[in-house]
């Protein structure tokens, strides 16, 4: 396994032993020439269903604002969600 070649290269865990430790699975392209990066651990980008209820008030200024432009109201209100949700993440 490359990653536990790095741990016994720097004779932290004897030679066998697996541990699972975010160095090991990440690979260093140091160590593994130009073809390091390839190796790497990827992240996958991951969906989070989110629900909320909209104030009444809210619903009716979005389907005016809406309409005056002529976009589609569910595209206006995803696109409000999306610009919340970016000030938390």
């Known amino acids: 396994m490359p990653g ?3 741990i016994e290269e720097k004779g ?3 030679q ?3 541990v699972k430790t ?3 699975v990440d690979i260093s392209p140091i160590a593994f020439g ?3 990066s390839l ?5 996958r ?10 104030p009444q008030s809210l619903k009716d ?7 005056k432009h002529e976009v589609n109201q569910t595209d206006l209100i995803n696109e409000a969600i999306d610009l919340n949700l970016q000030r938390y993440l």
Do not use: D
Request: hydrophobic fraction near 30%; charge should be positive.
């Open 39 to 43: 190796l790497k651990k990827k992240q």
């Open 45 to 54: 980008e991951r969906s989070v269903l989110v629900s909320f209820r909209m």
């Open 22 to 24: 975010r160095e090991a």
């Open 34 to 36: 130009q073809h390091g």
């Open 61 to 67: 200024k979005l389907e005016l604002a809406a309409q």
């Open 16 to 18: 066998g032993s697996q």
């Open 4 to 6: 536990s070649a790095r």
């Open 12 to 14: 932290e865990q004897p």
